[in-house]
């Protein structure tokens, strides 16, 4: 399920356009390179490692590059509606390990929220390098939590191959345009305090709150698809000349992109699904409209 946020706000259509990656709502340390996602009918599921997927688990004999992404680090958002930026929020507190339970009352005066990861770091492996470490390699078809990459409609098998990570997320919250920003800071120092959070106030109308994690957690990744024969083994990873995106219900290709599979047809905010058929809790809220200032 994508949250799908304007076409031109800066961070996350960088994001999704110079790296070819997939925001998520909720940033989280288990999305790593060399996890995987499968993906059907506009669902995309996280499910963990590829290697214990594989007949030979033994680690793959490459290693990822790791690179300072300035031009995220110094990108803020677009402003966007309190109703939709309360709902982005819970996601990153969430994924931050922040309470959200009284978010409302604490921005109570807040007319928009924007947001940036001042401390963006991205972990890449070589595609090329990850095609020649999986030569020979194959899907074990006795695991149990394969068995959906062999159904009769089998879900699409996708390896991230690079992570966008950050142990900071800055939150911009403001009020209406001339008048002073009126929220409970006490409250949200309170919120924060465990994290070793900070707060600052820009002039009257302006306030921005910085949470720290001891984690990188990743806030958006990019992905590769493997294809495979009837026996498992990997028999391709092919780069794609048009960037293709899984979630278009009518196959849309667009925009060059030799390697890349991106999972919404603009930029969002991806929300993990679970395997057809599965229970699923409820969500924490359903999103609202996407409003922008």
Not at 59 to 74: E, H
Not at 123 to 137: E, I, M, P, S
Request: proline share 6%.
């Amino acid at each position: 399920m994508i949250l799908h946020l304007c076409t031109n706000d800066p961070l996350v259509t960088l994001v999704y356009d110079l790296f070819g990656a997939n925001a998520v709502r909720v940033p989280d340390a288990r999305i790593r390179p060399l996890s995987v996602v499968v993906h059907r009918n506009g669902r995309s599921i996280f499910r963990g490692s590829l290697l214990p997927l594989l007949t030979d688990s033994s680690p793959l004999s490459v290693q990822p590059a790791v690179s300072q992404l300035i031009d995220v680090s110094g990108r803020r958002s677009r402003r966007v509606s309190l109703d939709l930026g309360i709902h982005i929020l819970r996601g990153f507190l969430y994924g931050f390990g922040a309470p959200t339970a009284n978010l409302s009352i604490s921005l109570q005066g807040v007319s928009t929220v924007a947001f940036s990861f001042p401390t963006a770091m991205r972990v890449a492996y070589d595609v090329n390098a990850l095609g020649w470490a999986l030569a020979g390699r194959a899907i074990d078809r006795t695991n149990p939590a394969a068995a959906i990459l062999f159904e009769q409609t089998p879900y699409e098998l996708l390896l991230i191959d690079s992570v966008l990570t950050s142990r900071h997320i800055t939150i911009t919250l403001s009020g209406t345009k001339g008048q002073r920003l009126n929220v409970d800071i006490d409250a949200l120092r309170q919120m924060i305090s465990d994290l070793g959070g900070q707060i600052g106030i820009s002039g009257d109308s302006e306030l921005e709150m910085t949470l720290a994690s001891p984690h990188d957690l990743t806030f958006a990744f990019s992905c590769v698809r493997l294809f495979f024969d009837d026996e498992g083994f990997i028999t391709t990873m092919p780069p794609d000349l048009n960037r293709r995106v899984l979630g278009s219900t009518h196959g849309t290709m667009v925009r060059y992109s030799p390697d890349r599979v991106l999972l919404s047809e603009q930029p969002g905010l991806l929300m993990w699904d679970r395997v057809e058929g599965e229970q699923r809790r409820p969500a924490i809220a359903t999103p609202p409209a996407n409003v922008y200032e």
